[in-house]
């Protein structure tokens, strides 16, 4: 079946520190990838997204770009505040009809000042 | 402007008492899902309803039910809590059948305690 798997957190770092936290995947077919925040105590908010090959997904200085051949989707922001402190998790979606998510196991970021 | 409402955000509720967790949506979207999230865990998909085409996960305990009176709303029914039970619930909603209608729509969550 269809997984995806996330780089091990926690991650800490610096403000302004440049970050990636990595995500592959293994689907059949070509999966839509996204990667949502949450922050403490919320629900889950839509980052960014791709849905194809070499397409770009970028949103508050967030991106990640559908890697086909190596089968990932790293998220990459140059600069991270302190709001940026959040979980992160990549999810993949497959081409079934209700649009079943699977998610990664999460990141934990947190940014000090 | 909210769009994927629930309702409570906390819910307290006794072992074995039974409890309701309600969702609410502006956007029109044909599907939604019920998922549950236990600390530093990924969400879990529960079930969906595709309309009014309920369908259940495989490894969904018989504990948990759910109705879609409308297409607006979804509760989350849990017969007989137990300690095991107490998570965040989310809810979510996609559109289901527009061009692109990949995304699903998270609520806030209703963080369930059972004591």
């Known amino acids: 079946g269809d997984s995806v798997t996330q780089m091990e957190g926690p991650v800490t770092l610096s403000e302004e520190a440049f970050l990636t936290i990595n995500c592959t995947y293994t689907?059949?077919?070509?999966?839509?990838l996204f990667w949502y925040v949450q922050y403490p105590g919320e629900g889950l908010q839509l980052l960014l997204k791709?849905?194809?090959?070499?397409d770009k997904g970028s949103n508050k200085g967030f991106e990640a770009t559908y890697r086909k051949e190596t089968t990932s989707f790293h998220l990459e922001k140059g600069s991270v505040q302190v709001s940026d402190s959040a979980v992160y998790f990549c999810?993949?979606?497959?081409?079934?009809?209700?649009?079943?998510?699977?998610f990664g196991q999460g990141t934990i970021l947190t940014v000090h000042p | 402007d909210a769009m994927v409402i629930q309702n409570p955000r906390y819910q307290v509720t006794q072992f074995g008492k039974p409890v309701t967790l309600s969702c609410s949506q502006t956007?029109?979207?044909?599907?939604m899902y019920w998922y549950q999230q236990k600390s530093s865990q990924a969400p879990k998909l529960l079930f969906h309803?595709?309309?009014?085409?309920?369908?259940n996960e495989a490894d969904t305990p018989d504990n948990f039910q759910s109705r879609r009176p409308n297409t607006s709303f979804c509760f989350l029914d849990i017969r007989s809590p137990g300690l095991g039970d107490a998570a965040m619930y989310l809810c979510?909603?996609?559109?289901?059948?527009?061009?692109?209608?990949?995304?699903?729509?998270f609520g806030p969550g209703t963080r369930l305690t059972v004591l």
């Open positions: 999810a993949s979606r497959g081409g079934t009809s209700y649009g079943k998510l699977t």
């Open positions: 689907a059949t077919g070509y999966p839509s």
């Open positions: 791709a849905t194809k090959a070499d």
């Open positions: 956007l029109n979207h044909n599907v």
């Open positions: 309803y595709y309309d009014k085409d309920f369908n």
């Open positions: 979510a909603t996609r559109a289901g059948r527009l061009a692109g209608a990949d995304t699903q729509y």
